[in-house]
């Protein structure tokens, strides 16, 4: 026969000197338990009442644990923990990754493609971080990244080609049957190049359109490619993009292609994650469909 368990504290009473214990601040205990700062004051003093004894020195701002808090905060978290690790063994959530991609990656390429692996992976939660900002894997919590360049990377991290860059140029139908098709008339007259940070269209006109002087189109700059794709699609101009980025658009008949040329810049996108990763069985499932999803719209 199992002995019963001794009389315990209210648990409300623990977890507000827990969450007091770390942060040594009633004030941000309050916020992480979603109480008041009273409310954690006074579980903390009927606490300290029952117990008999003081867990904390008080000082004008700041708190302090005492010899006896400091033990007893350690046993109250690793009973909190053993809690948190039942209930979950009862019922498991899912693992959350961090993807870190840039901002056009996601929304031209990842978005679309992301139903068929979370039907594939119901165990992972993905969380997508989409940012131009270089990850630091360990501070942002990030998993693995996606990333626009060239080699060579920092050490430590383990990389691999996703696919290269290739450029091509398109314009929505309307463009075209506005201002004509640039190749068919060797003139730019008329029509708008939609820049994304790349900038890539003097090398690109270069190969295509070798006798075009520049100067006859408008300009319009964007920082991001999707949002140059984006105005293409709404007829403001002609774009140059990843061909990965636009296959969506060029199927459905909202953007054409103008040129057989294409420029390959010598950069591309890289899977990028440490060495020493955290979830390294669920990342390398990650790893394998990002490979696969690649290969197959080659």
């Given at each position: 026969?199992?002995?019963?368990?001794?009389?315990?504290?209210?648990?409300?009473?623990?977890r507000?000197?827990?969450?007091?214990s770390?942060?040594?601040?009633?004030?941000?205990?309050?916020?992480?338990?979603g109480?008041?700062?009273?409310?954690v004051?006074q579980q903390?003093?009927g606490?300290?009442?029952?117990?008999?004894?003081?867990?904390?020195?008080?000082?004008?701002?700041?708190?302090?644990?005492?010899?006896n808090?400091?033990?007893?905060a350690?046993?109250v978290?690793?009973a909190?923990?053993?809690l948190?690790?039942?209930?979950?063994?009862l019922?498991?959530?899912p693992?959350r990754?961090?993807?870190?991609?840039?901002?056009?990656?996601?929304?031209?390429w990842?978005i679309?493609?992301?139903?068929?692996?979370?039907e594939?992976?119901?165990?992972?939660d993905l969380r997508i971080l989409a940012?131009?900002?270089?990850?630091?894997?360990?501070?942002?919590?990030?998993?693995?990244?996606?990333?626009?360049g060239?080699?060579?990377w920092?050490?430590?991290l383990?990389?691999?080609p996703?696919?290269?860059?290739?450029?091509?140029?398109?314009?929505s139908?309307?463009?075209?049957?506005?201002a004509?098709?640039?190749?068919?008339?060797a003139s730019?007259?008329?029509?708008?190049?939609?820049?994304?940070?790349?900038?890539?269209w003097s090398q690109?006109?270069?190969?295509?359109?070798?006798?075009?002087?520049?100067s006859?189109?408008?300009?319009?700059?964007?920082?991001?490619t999707?949002?140059?794709?984006d105005?293409?699609?709404?007829?403001?101009?002609?774009?140059?993009?990843?061909?990965?980025?636009?296959?969506?658009?060029?199927?459905?008949?909202?953007l054409v292609?103008?040129?057989?040329?294409?420029?390959r810049?010598?950069?591309?996108?890289?899977i990028?994650?440490?060495?020493r990763?955290r979830?390294a069985a669920?990342i390398?499932?990650?790893?394998?469909?990002?490979?696969?999803?690649?290969?197959?719209?080659?």
């Open positions: 026969m199992t002995e019963p368990i001794g009389r315990l504290p209210s648990l409300n009473a623990l507000a000197f827990e969450a007091a770390r942060h040594l601040n009633f004030r941000l205990a309050a916020e992480e338990l109480v008041t700062q009273g409310a004051a903390v003093r606490l300290e009442a029952e117990l008999g004894m003081k867990l904390f020195e008080r000082h004008p701002r700041a708190l302090s644990l005492t010899d808090g400091r033990r007893y350690g046993g978290r690793r909190f923990e053993m948190a690790e039942a209930t979950q063994t019922r498991p959530e693992l990754l961090t993807i870190s991609v840039t901002p056009t990656f996601a929304s031209k990842l679309p493609r992301l139903p068929a692996f979370l594939a992976h119901p165990d992972i940012t131009d900002r270089l990850s630091q894997f360990h501070a942002d919590a990030v998993d693995l990244a996606v990333r626009y060239r080699p060579p920092g050490s430590g383990i990389v691999e996703l696919f290269d860059e290739v450029q091509i140029a398109v314009a139908p309307s463009a075209i049957a506005s004509g098709h640039p190749g068919e008339t730019l007259q008329g029509h708008a190049l939609l820049h994304d940070a790349h900038n890539a690109f006109l270069e190969l295509a359109l070798p006798n075009v002087t520049l006859t189109a408008k300009n319009v700059r964007f920082n991001q999707a949002l140059a794709i105005a293409a699609v709404a007829g403001q101009g002609l774009a140059l993009a990843h061909r990965d980025f636009v296959a969506t658009d060029l199927a459905a008949g909202r292609r103008l040129f057989d040329t294409e420029l810049t010598g950069a591309g996108f890289f990028v994650y440490p060495r990763a979830h669920q390398a499932n990650v790893h394998e469909w990002l490979l696969r999803q690649a290969t197959a719209t080659r």
